[in-house]
């Protein structure tokens, strides 16, 4: 069966920090990946998503930036954090007619 | 442009009685529409879904209705239990011209359904 494993579950870091948050999956290959963000009583955003390796789409303009370096690992990451990018981050993965979401990782810019 | 809506923030329900979720949506060429629960501080769990070609599907306690003509959709949950309490969100996939979408989903805001004992 198919698992996606995202780290670490909750992580606080200071303004003008880096930031690299990383997610894979198991038990599937080429998968569609896809960082979410879910912003202070907001629904989710897609931020990125990835059909292959090193192939990154961007939805919206922003702070942040994706790599899929393998078939199985998407990374999140930001040279320089900002307040505004506080929220919680998911990690997930397609299988065409559904997405499966990690666990998440709440970030705290402070 | 919020094109998947839930206008409801919270639900109340009674421990054994339906629970109602409603989400309506404006792009047309959606191909596939999930249900999503939600605890904090944990990712979304896949509850249902339906095509765009199907007005019903069930599995357990929990339907989900599709009308098309209204783009409104909507999540039964019945009887309802305490442990259903959770935000549900509703999304879509599709909505892109040519079947360029990727598994994208957008989301609704979501619904904060209480349940209680």
């Known amino acids: 069966s198919q698992t996606i494993h995202q780290w670490p579950a909750t992580l606080v870091q200071p303004v003008g920090s880096p930031l690299s948050l990383e997610c894979t999956v198991e038990g599937t290959s080429n998968p569609n990946l896809y960082w979410y963000r879910q912003a202070a009583g907001r629904g989710l955003q897609l931020l990125f998503y990835s059909v292959g390796i090193g192939q990154i789409s961007s939805e919206v303009p922003q702070n942040l930036s994706a790599s899929r370096p393998q078939d199985r690992q998407f990374i999140l990451s930001s040279k320089k954090l900002l307040l505004s990018d506080s929220g919680f981050y998911l990690c997930?993965?397609?299988?065409?007619?559904?997405?499966?979401f990690g666990q998440g990782t709440r970030l705290t810019v402070v | 442009d919020q094109q998947v809506k839930q206008n409801s923030p919270s639900l109340s329900v009674q421990e054994g009685r339906i629970s109602i979720l409603n989400c309506d949506y404006t792009?047309?060429?959606?191909?596939?529409f999930l249900w999503y629960k939600k605890y904090p501080a944990e990712g979304p769990t896949f509850l249902i879904s339906?095509?765009?070609?199907?007005d019903k599907n069930e599995d357990g306690r929990f339907t989900v209705f599709l009308n098309k003509s209204a783009k409104h959709l909507s999540l039964h949950i019945v009887p309802s239990q305490p442990g259903d309490s959770a935000v549900y969100f509703c999304?879509?996939?599709?909505?892109?011209?040519?079947?360029?979408?990727?598994?994208?989903?957008?989301f609704g805001q979501g619904t904060i359904l209480t349940v209680h004992p």
């Open positions: 339906i095509s765009s070609i199907k």
């Open positions: 999304a879509a996939i599709g909505g892109n011209a040519g079947g360029t979408s990727y598994g994208k989903l957008t």
């Open positions: 997930a993965w397609s299988a065409g007619t559904a997405a499966f």
């Open positions: 792009n047309s060429m959606f191909d596939y």
